[in-house]
C-alpha cells in the first residue's frame, strides 16, 4: 500500500468517524432504543446476585444485542448514499484518491463511530459488575466478551447496512431490516410464539449477529440461550466477518462497474 | 498543459446525445468555454475531470492518454476540479473540509498540508469563518470554500464549472482576477453561460450548442464576427420588430434606447455600434438558429 493510499485511508476513516460522531440522530437514536432495550429487558443491576460474574456480562452482553444493531443498521444506512445527496460525490469522483481507500475509510469510520456509545453503554455496565461484584476482572472478561460476542455480528450488520443501499432506497433499506430484526430475532421467535410464522431467519444459526455462540463456545457460560463449542463460537464470529466482507466487496464492485458505465 | 479533445461523443442512456464529435486544443493559459444551459458544457467538463466516460473520441491532458487508468490517475493529481454544483460535508469546518480534500488529493505531509490550507483560507477570504460548519455558510461562501478546494494540489489544469454563480458582484471580480492570475503558467478551462466572466478573463475561447462547438478561435475573431451587425437604435414607441435581437434596453424618459444584433429593416434609423462579446455570442446564436430554421 503506498503512502498516498494509506494517508487516504487514514484520511478518509478519521473525517467519516468525526462526521458520524456529530450527528445528533447518533446519540438520539442510540438512546431511544437503549432505553426500550432497559424497558424490556433487564440493566446489569436487576440480575440476581446469585448469577455468576459470566452469566451477567453474557446476559447484559445479550440484552444489548436485542434492539441497540438496529439502531446501529438505521444509522449506518445513509452513509454511502449521503455523497450522492450532498452532491459531494462529483468533487470526490475526481480526487486522485483511490475510490477503494476511500470506501474502506467510510465503513470503518462511520462504524467505529456508530459503535462508540454502544461500546461506552456496555462497559458502563460491565464497570457496574466489577464494582457490584467485586471483581476486577470483570472488566477484562467484559471487554472480551464485547470484541467476541457484540462485535462480529456488529460488524457483520454495519457492512449489509453500508452495502446494501447501493441498490436499494435508504428509507425501505431502514424499513425492512428493522422489520427484519424485529420479525426474525423478537417477535416472532419460536413456534410457541401466538405469532409465529415459519420465516427464514439467520436467528439460531450461525451466522446470527446476537453473539450467542460466541458467548458460550468462547466463554462457556452455564445455562445460557444455548449451547455451544468452541469450534462454533470461532465459526460463527469467522463467518459473520467472512459476509461483512463479502457484502462490502460485493458493494464496492457493483460501484466500480456503475462508474465505469457511466 | 495542453488539452487535445478529438472527435468527443458523449450518448446518455443511449439516447440522449450531449456531446457530437467535439475537437479541441486548448493551451497553457486561459480558455473560456461558453455556451448557453444544457449545450454540453458541464458533460464535456466532467469527461476532462475524469467522472464520466466518453462514448467515443480521445482526451490527451499534457500529453497523458485519458482512455487508460492510469492516465486519468496521473491527470487527477494535477487537476484541480470546481463543480457546478458543489456539495460540503455540512458537518465540517471550512479547514476541516479542505483538510480532508487535501488529504483525497494526496498531500500526505500534515504539516504542509495544514499550511496550504490557512494559504487559501486566507485567498478566498474565509480565515476568519475557517471554524465555523459549512451548514451556516451563504451561497458565496460555500462557493469560495469550492474555489479553495480546487486550488490545493497547486493543479496544473482547473476547471471550473460556472465558478461565479452565487457571487456578488465584488467576489466575481476578485473571482475572475484569481483565475486570471492563475492562468500564467497553467491551463484553466472556464465554462460559463455568462458572457462578461470569458470577457474578462479569456483570450481563447469555443462556444458549444447542441452539444457541438459552434466556433472556437480568439475572443477577438468571435466579436469580429459581429463587426457591422450591432447596432443602437433609439425610438419612442414599441421594441424594434424585423429580423432583430435586442441585447440590451436603456428607459431614457421620453425615449428607450435599444441595442440590438441582426439586420434592421431600411427604415428603422440605426446608428452602428462597435460589438461586444456578448455581440458577437447573440451573433452566433442568431446565425444557428438561422441555419436550423433553414
Known amino acids: 500500500m503506498s503512502k498516498v493510499t494509506s494517508s487516504v485511508l487514514i484520511g478518509a476513516t478519521l473525517y467519516e468517524f468525526r462526521m458520524q460522531l456529530r450527528r445528533k440522530a447518533l446519540w438520539i437514536a442510540t438512546g431511544i432504543f437503549f432505553a426500550l432495550t432497559l424497558f424490556v429487558s433487564q440493566g446489569p443491576w436487576q440480575f440476581p446476585s446469585s448469577m455468576l460474574v459470566i452469566q451477567i456480562l453474557a446476559f447484559w452482553t445479550q440484552e444489548l444485542q436485542t434492539f441497540m444493531p438496529v439502531a446501529f443498521g438505521i444509522l449506518l444506512a445513509d452513509r454511502l448514499p449521503r455523497d450522492r445527496l450532498l452532491r459531494a460525490d462529483e468533487l470526490l469522483d475526481s480526487l486522485p484518491g483511490s475510490p477503494s481507500e476511500r470506501f474502506l475509510g467510510k465503513y470503518i469510520g462511520a462504524t467505529l463511530a456508530t459503535l462508540l456509545p454502544l461500546f461506552l453503554i456496555h462497559l458502563a455496565g460491565v464497570v457496574y459488575v466489577a464494582v457490584d461484584q467485586a471483581s476486577a476482572e470483570a472488566i477484562p472478561l467484559g471487554l472480551a466478551m464485547f470484541a467476541a460476542a457484540s462485535l462480529p455480528g456488529l460488524l457483520f450488520v454495519a457492512a449489509f447496512s453500508i452495502s446494501c443501499p447501493v441498490v436499494i432506497w435508504v428509507p425501505l433499506y431502514q424499513f425492512l431490516f428493522t422489520g427484519y430484526w424485529f420479525w426474525g430475532n423478537w417477535l416472532l421467535q419460536g413456534p410457541q410464539s401466538p405469532l409465529y410464522i415459519p420465516v427464514p431467519t439467520l436467528s439460531g444459526t450461525l451466522l446470527t449477529p446476537a453473539g450467542y455462540y460466541a458467548a458460550t463456545g468462547l466463554f462457556g457460560v452455564p445455562d445460557f440461550v444455548l449451547r455451544a463449542t468452541a469450534w462454533e463460537g470461532l465459526s460463527s464470529i469467522g463467518l459473520l466477518v467472512a459476509f461483512g466482507v463479502a457484502a462490502l466487496d460485493a458493494a464496492h464492485r457493483y460501484l466500480t462497474w456503475r462508474k465505469s458505465t457511466r | ?294
Open chain 2, 1 to 294: 498543459m495542453e488539452v487535445v479533445v478529438e472527435g468527443l461523443s458523449k450518448v446518455y442512456g443511449g439516447r440522449v446525445r450531449a456531446l457530437s464529435g467535439v475537437d479541441l486544443e486548448i493551451p497553457t493559459g486561459m480558455y473560456g468555454l461558453l455556451g448557453p444551459n444544457g449545450a454540453g458544457k458541464t458533460t464535456l467538463m466532467r469527461i476532462l475531470a475524469g467522472i464520466l466516460r466518453p462514448t467515443s473520441g480521445s482526451v490527451h491532458i499534457g500529453g497523458l492518454d485519458c482512455s487508460t487508468e492510469s492516465g486519468w490517475t496521473a491527470v487527477k493529481r494535477t487537476l484541480g476540479y470546481l463543480p457546478q454544483d458543489l456539495g460540503l460535508y455540512q458537518d465540517l469546518s471550512a479547514r476541516e473540509f479542505l483538510d480532508y480534500i487535501g488529504i483525497l488529493k494526496g498531500l500526505g505531509d500534515k504539516k504542509e498540508r495544514r499550511r496550504r490550507v490557512e494559504e487559501l483560507l486566507e485567498v478566498v477570504r474565509l480565515e476568519d469563518v475557517a471554524k465555523r460548519k459549512l451548514k451556516g455558510f451563504s451561497g458565496g461562501m460555500r462557493r469560495r470554500v469550492g474555489i479553495a478546494q480546487a486550488l490545493l494540489n497547486d493543479p496544473r489544469l482547473l476547471i471550473v464549472d460556472e465558478p461565479t454563480a452565487g457571487l456578488d458582484p465584488e467576489e466575481c471580480i476578485r473571482f475572475r482576477n484569481l483565475l486570471s492570475d492563475l492562468a500564467g503558467d497553467r491551463t484553466v478551462l472556464l465554462s460559463t453561460h455568462i458572457v462578461e466572466d470569458v470577457a474578462q478573463t479569456s483570450r481563447n475561447l469555443a462556444v458549444l450548442a447542441g452539444g457541438e462547438v459552434l466556433f472556437r478561435g480568439t475572443a477577438a475573431g468571435l466579436i469580429e464576427g459581429a463587426r457591422g451587425k450591432v447596432f443602437t437604435v433609439e425610438i419612442d414607441g414599441p421594441k424594434p420588430d424585423g429580423n432583430l435581437t435586442v441585447v440590451s434596453t436603456l428607459h431614457l424618459g421620453s425615449s428607450v434606447q435599444y441595442r440590438v444584433v441582426g439586420e434592421p429593416p431600411p427604415h428603422l434609423e440605426v446608428e452602428e455600434a462597435p460589438p461586444s462579446l456578448e455581440d458577437g455570442y447573440v451573433w452566433l446564436m442568431r446565425e444557428r438558429r438561422t441555419a436550423g430554421v433553414t
